[in-house]
């Protein structure tokens, strides 16, 4: 008697993905790092970036201001979806009390009071100068992502991130030339 066994696609596809590793597996230390730290320090521009709503008189700053906060929410939610993944702790919310100033280009909690209670031209110019201060850190945490990182998500995030903040620090430059000094 021979026994006859059918393979159907639904059995090999499930067969295949048995065998493999999950893709939220390809992880390291790296990888974890960069989403724990990074999640705080965009938390810290897009306060910044609420602060220059408020406080900007420089409409160019405003925008761009505007568009750092678009860029950077979505992508706290990335990297906070990633720990999950990973079963790794998200960084809670911080308003305020940024006690991360370990990383490059965080400003400390007396640099955040002294810009909330800074106005008009003196605040665009000191705005300006911690925001290009701050996407710097960012740049480096991310240049070490694409030079450490596992995870292919991280790294290509890290890669934009490196991009689209190197470009507003121009845009930043161009515009700190041409703010009044005081």
Known sequence: ??????????????????????????????????????????????????MAGHNATNR???????????????????????????DKPVPAPSHGGHGGHEM?????EDDMSELG????????????QLMIEHHQGAVAMAKTEQSTGKYPEAVALAGKI???????ITTLQRLLAKLPTS
């Open 1 to 50: 008697m021979r026994h006859r066994f059918w393979i159907t696609p639904a059995l090999i596809l499930l067969t295949a993905c048995g065998a493999q590793t999950p893709a939220s597996a390809d992880f390291n230390d790296a990888d974890v790092t960069f989403a724990t730290q990074m999640i705080p320090h965009h938390q810290q521009a897009v306060q910044m970036a609420g």
């Open 60 to 86: 160019e700053l405003k925008n761009l201001a505007t568009a750092i906060e678009a860029a950077q929410d979505p992508e706290i939610k990335t990297l906070a979806t990633w720990l999950t993944t990973w």
């Open 104 to 108: 490059p280009g965080m400003m400390t």
């Open 117 to 128: 209670n800074t106005k008009g031209a003196q605040f665009d110019r000191q705005w300006t």
């Open 162 to 168: 490196q991009s689209d903040q190197s470009a507003e």
